[in-house]
């Protein structure tokens, strides 16, 4: 390896009379940005990750453990989650080109998920992401990056199971989780047999309703062509409607928005007869207590 200033002694043989000389060589002087990323990618790849834990969870009975390093970046923030869950999806080859054609070599050893995760802080720290403001964690994404991240914003039980995943620091459950959201059968062929109960539980929180709290309703999936007008006209037939507001989605197929009902009776009653329904516009209804 050649540093900044070094030099380098080179002996030439001619006939049986060696000839030594020193030549100087310098390297650019120019700071790369890629080699100061490398540390902090391989840093906080592992913390986020238990050593040992890549591409696939263990097939163990218990998972492997070990206690979290700080992180460069904060994975509670909805930004950086948008990213972890697209590049979920990824190819491992495709990964590593990406981390290539910005100037990062991924280890030859690293696991999938290490390497997956490298990507998500690049990604992140270029474009000058990471930290905890500057998202609103209440307000969803315009469009989803996979079903995983769709069912973290729609199915509010599935959230809390898997909120309490990360807090537990349960890094193969984690990855089994979000793999069975994109990938249900390729999934649930690897891992049903060492994690039967979980993959069960999972289940469970997809088709689970959250309890109804509030009056509130977030809706989502009723047809454009019925306008506000039409909808809180069907939705008070339900009952009393306090407030409401909405707008057409981004492909201007559905509405999307809130309603405040009259009490929370009314609000569970709305839940239960409309959340599901198939409205034959590619979708089904969404509504979900907030």
């Known amino acids: 390896v050649v540093s900044e200033h070094s030099s380098v002694s080179i002996t030439l043989l001619i006939s049986s009379a060696p000839i030594s000389t020193s030549i100087e060589l310098k390297t650019a002087t120019m700071p790369s940005y890629t080699s100061l990323l490398l540390p902090l990618l391989a840093s906080s790849a592992s913390a986020f990750m238990a050593p040992g834990v ?3 969870p263990l097939m163990a009975a218990a998972p492997v453990r070990s206690s979290a390093l700080p992180m460069a970046i904060d994975y509670n923030d909805p930004a950086v989650m948008e990213q972890f869950t697209a590049i979920q999806t990824m190819e491992y080859d495709d990964v590593v080109e990406e981390l290539a054609q910005s100037g990062v070599r991924a280890p030859a050893d690293m696991g999938d998920m290490d390497v997956k995760l490298m990507l998500v802080e690049l990604r992140t720290v270029t474009s000058g992401g990471g930290g905890n403001g500057g998202s609103d964690p209440e307000t969803p994404p315009s469009s989803y990056g996979s079903v995983f991240e769709e069912y973290l914003w729609t199915k509010p039980v599935f959230k809390e199971l898997y909120e309490q995943l990360k807090a537990d620091g349960d890094h193969n459950k984690m990855n089994v989780a979000a793999e069975y959201c994109n990938e249900p059968v390729d999934a649930k062929s690897r891992y049903y047999a060492a994690y039967k109960q979980f993959i069960d539980d999972i289940d469970a929180a997809l088709t689970a309703r959250a309890e109804v709290k509030t009056n509130k309703v977030q809706f989502a999936g009723f047809p454009a062509n019925m306008g506000e007008a039409g909808l809180k006209m069907t939705l008070e037939a339900v009952g009393e409607i306090e ?8 492909d201007g197929v559905t509405l999307v928005g809130e309603v ?4 929370i009776e009314i609000a569970k009653a709305a839940i239960e007869q409309y959340d599901g329904m198939d409205m034959g516009v590619g979708d089904t209804l969404k509504m979900i207590s907030i």
């Open 54 to 56: 890549v591409n696939r």
């Open 243 to 250: 407030d409401m507001a909405c707008s057409e989605s981004d």
């Open 260 to 263: 405040t009902f009259g009490s």
